[in-house]
């Protein structure tokens, strides 16, 4: 924070680059007041060290990909102050702030350079939409085109990105930075316009235009039935869906690969799906009664598969192949006894049966759902005055559901060919089968799936936020059930985060929205979104599964407060004797003891021995470094580059977000740093380095998702390793870490969270300067490690969990430092001791964790003695011996710390 107040500009020379002048921008906070800002620039941002709003050094300065982040606080009047080369892209907070760019003050709209992105519908259409961007994007809450509160969300992190709904003749605008790298749909009934100048999606995106592809592929269903159609064309086919030969495009019954070389779908009947692409066809597979057009002449069906077409295997799994539900002996419509019906053709030409309307009478909206037996086919219809294809309104992949929210007055229906199985209407309303009243309580037949599926549509959840995510990707050949449980007041709801659609069919959420249960089908993601922390997740499967975006853990469930495994069975798509239970789990505590050395390959903490496979050489590199300079290298990489360090090598900076840099471990052989290493980049790994930095700190990890595998750190001085963002989610596998003066892990940000934490697994530590791994407020996981050795302090500890303003006190325990930081430390084997020989601790928790503190089958031969506490105070036995808590006397004043199952 600067020490100016506002709009003064110190004197003395800026400094840019020497092709622009840089702008001096200063951000003022109001009096009595502080505030936490972050601002982007497209180019470069130095800090004004000098004058009357000079800014302070803990401001943090960050570049990535041509970006400057600028993140501080100001507070009472004051001010900090930057020279700036290059357009502001965001500021937030949005308010508050007073501005000035060169002494004079500004609005934030003048000083932002941002654009804006305006979309459209006509009178009669509607368009649920999704755009993701490189910069910060701002909802447009005023004027023509405002986007809805409500209806319309924006998600930031890496990328942004923003979701809304649309329709009946009104639009939605926002603001972005950056560029625009994704927009869906790519067609419909909507227009762009960008800055007020007309655009489409694929001018906006750089995306090619189906047009642009060399071939098209079109099926029209021609008979009553749906028809299925898989399409394998060759290598570099770039297949995108098209309008050729009169199709539409339906993103719930069509599906490209993301290599662009096979396409699969489900036409209803009368209608046409299409596809683009610019390679030869290699199979093609329609599955009913069609006409498939390649290029616009007749296809000959007879002459697929070519020879290098790739099989079958993977024409099954798709969501529009799900079983049907149980079979049961309804009757038509309403009525317990067969209807004598005829196919008649509704108003709007839609072929079916059956009609069935609802118009809602009330002053209120009317939700409604409608279930149909097998192949009915169920599509929007006009039917009792209805107007088709309203919105909100959905139709199932497999035609036998519907569901809808009509507005006051208005009327919603559909045209199905089989019998009503179920009828659920939530308001006021006149409901008609076929023209006449529905009878709603004969409701729900035999075979109706039940009312699981009833909820969680677009219009009951958008614009709802939540602070947590939890995504399951079926990643084998056979359906992947799943079972999660969050804290109370969880409030889960379905979300499409990680890739993920909604089943509606295949998952429930409890009333209480704190258990979540769901089968999902071979290459599919659900996932949900919730806001308080997970206790529990049970997956039954071959399945990736993340957690706010970051692998999950699935060793660390369940927590303590989990309810069990008696009701993750008896749903929907169980059959009898599928599910979990109780007998079949594994305990949360007990079991082996010490490191788990069968999880990893090689030894523990790297080095000689490791497997071949796992050490990288310089033949594989896209870099090779002999001359030491590791950063020339680096100005030449980009993302997924490995570069390999032969010999020796100074210090560096990692600036390219997704690179490797690699050697052989050791002093004296390939992959010797001599100095400081810093990260600024994401999703970086050092794999096989020695820094020895000979003082100072070996690491500094200011990037997300950085991964050191194999890695020394020796010889460095006080906080060796220093964690500098928050949410760093970094992870240290079989390193070594030895011969530090001071502190070793430091975090000096404290908003860490478990699915960003710091993991330190299979690592050896020996000959330490103090307590190494000083996580402060921070989250760490600490796992089947090994202390040798001795430590500065006599005695001192390992893990060391505080609040920043910690320190004695003889207060209770939660007046001590409180909140302290969290952590998993298990099956670690803890043989360090003093200086002078004494016994040390394996972890210090000072003050109540803001999640929790899990101590549980660890050994410690030998060490430690039966005391705890703070320095002053008493002791307590069993294996409490090896946590200090401070000001506490025992685990059982500390609701949250669980010491569990561990050996002295």
């Known amino acids: 924070m600067g020490l100016a107040a506002a709009g003064l500009t110190g004197i003395g020379l800026g400094v840019g680059s020497a092709l622009a002048a840089p702008d001096r921008v200063e951000l003022v906070a109001p009096r009595d007041e502080t505030v936490d800002y972050e601002f982007t620039v497209a180019g470069s941002v130095e800090r004004v060290t000098r004058g009357f709003t000079a800014a302070e050094s803990d401001d943090e300065i960050t570049t990535a990909g041509g970006v400057t982040t600028v993140a501080g606080t100001v507070a009472d009047g004051y001010g900090d102050a930057f020279d700036v080369v290059g357009p502001v892209q965001s500021l937030t907070p949005a308010d508050r702030l007073t501005l000035y760019r060169n002494g004079e003050r500004v ?39 405002a986007a809805e509160v409500e209806n319309d969300t924006v998600e930031g992190g890496d990328t942004w990105t923003a979701r809304g709904l649309t329709g009946n003749g009104y639009g939605d605008t926002y603001r972005f930075a950056g560029s625009v790298t994704s927009f869906a749909p790519m067609a419909g009934p909507f227009s762009l316009s960008v800055d007020g100048e007309p655009t489409t999606a694929y001018e906006l995106t750089g995306e090619r235009p189906p047009a642009d592809r060399a071939h098209t592929y079109s099926v029209t269903a021609t008979g009553s039935e749906s028809v299925e159609y898989f399409i394998e064309v060759e290598p570099e086919g770039a297949m995108v869906p098209a309008t050729a030969d009169g199709a539409r495009v339906v993103p719930d019954r069509q599906w490209v690969s993301a290599d662009g070389t096979r396409a699969a779908g489900l036409v209803a009947p009368g209608e046409t799906h299409a596809v683009a692409f610019d390679t030869l066809l290699l199979d093609v597979t329609v599955r009913g009664e069609a006409d498939p057009l390649v290029d616009g002449s007749p296809s000959n069906l007879d002459w697929y598969p070519r020879p290098d077409a790739s099989g079958d295997g993977w024409k099954s799994g798709f969501d529009w192949q799900t079983e049907s539900a149980d079979d049961g002996e309804p009757t038509d419509g309403d009525e317990t006894t067969d209807d004598e019906t005829t196919d008649d053709e509704s108003d709007d030409g839609v072929d079916r049966a059956h009609t ?16 149909v037996d097998d192949g009915g086919a169920m599509v929007s219809a006009s039917a009792d005055g209805a107007t088709a294809d309203p919105a909100p309104q959905w139709t199932s992949a497999d035609g036998t559901l519907a569901a809808g929210r009509v507005a006051p007055g208005e009327t919603h229906a559909v045209a199905f060919d089989t019998p009503v199985l179920d009828v659920t209407i939530e308001g006021s309303a006149d409901a008609l089968v076929d023209g006449t009243p529905s009878d709603l309580t004969l409701y729900p037949h035999e075979g109706a799936t039940g009312d699981h599926w009833k909820g969680y549509f677009p219009w009951h959840i958008a614009g709802e936020q939540r602070a947590h995510t939890y995504a399951v990707a079926a990643t084998g050949s056979d359906p992947v059930d799943y079972y999660i449980e969050v804290e109370p007041e969880g409030g889960a709801i379905p979300s499409t985060v990680d890739g993920a659609r909604v089943a509606y069919r295949r998952f429930v959420i409890d009333a209480a929205g704190e258990k979540i249960a769901g089968r999902a089908l071979p290459g599919e993601t659900h996932a949900f979104a919730f806001d308080t922390p997970v206790l529990d997740v049970t997956i039954v499967g071959e399945a990736d599964a993340l957690v706010d975006g970051s692998p999950s853990n699935l060793d660390w469930y369940p927590r303590p407060a989990a309810t069990g495994d008696g009701w993750k069975s008896g749903f929907p798509w169980h059959a009898d004797g599928e599910g979990v239970t109780d007998e079949t789990d594994e305990p949360s505590t007990g079991g082996a003891i010490g490191i ?94 020695a820094i020895s930095p000979g003082g100072g700190a070996a690491l500094t990890v200011r990037g997300q998702h950085a991964t050191f595998f194999n890695c020394a750190f020796t010889d460095a001085s006080d906080m060796g390793i220093r964690m500098r963002r928050v949410n760093s989610a970094a992870t240290f596998t079989q390193c070594k870490f030895s011969n530090f003066s001071g502190y070793g892990f430091h975090n000096n940000y404290n908003a860490h969270d478990e699915a960003h934490k710091v993991t330190i697994e299979y690592s050896e530590f020996s000959d330490l300067g103090r307590h190494f791994i000083n996580a402060e407020n921070a989250w760490y996981h600490v796992r089947d490690n090994h202390t040798f050795g001795s430590i500065g302090l006599d005695p001192d500890h390992f893990v060391e969990l505080r609040a920043p303003n910690e320190y004695r006190t003889s207060q209770g325990p939660n007046a001590c430092g409180s909140p302290s930081g969290n952590a998993i ?80």
């Not at 401070?886 to 199952?901: G, I, P, R, W």
């Open 356 to 371: 069935y309307s609802v118009a809602a009478t009330g002053t209120d909206p009317v939700d409604y759902y409608v279930e």
């Open 107 to 145: 609005p934030r709209d003048d000083l932002v350079q941002s654009r804006r992105l305006a979309i459209q519908t006509p009178p009669d259409g509607s368009v649920e939409y999704e755009f993701t961007t490189t910069g910060p994007i701002e909802k447009v809450l005023t004027g023509d085109g």
């Open 596 to 689: 788990r050395h069968d999880r990893y390959e090689g030894p523990i903490g790297g080095g000689s021995g490791m497997p071949a496979h796992l050490v990288h050489t310089a033949s594989e590199a896209d870099h090779v470094v002999s001359d030491g300079n590791v950063d020339a290298a680096l100005a030449s990489s980009s993302a997924g580059d490995l570069i390999y360090v032969e010999g020796s090598a100074g210090g560096f900076t990692v600036d390219v977000p997704g690179v490797t840099i690699a050697g052989n471990r050791g002093i004296g052989s390939d992959g010797q740093i001599r100095d400081e290493v810093v990260v600024t980049a994401d999703d970086v790994t050092l794999d096989g380095l």
């Open 825 to 904: 430390v298990e099956h670690n084997r803890h043989e360090i001791r003093g200086s002078g020989g004494a016994k040390t601790r394996l972890v210090v928790v000072r003050g109540e964790p803001t999640d929790g503190v899990w101590v549980r089958n660890n050994v410690s031969p030998g060490n430690a003695p039966a005391s705890g506490g703070c320095w002053e105070r008493g002791t307590h036995g069993h294996w409490g011996t090896q946590i200090v808590l401070q000001n506490a006397s025992s685990t059982d004043d500390l609701s949250k710390v669980y010491v569990e199952n561990n050996e002295r």
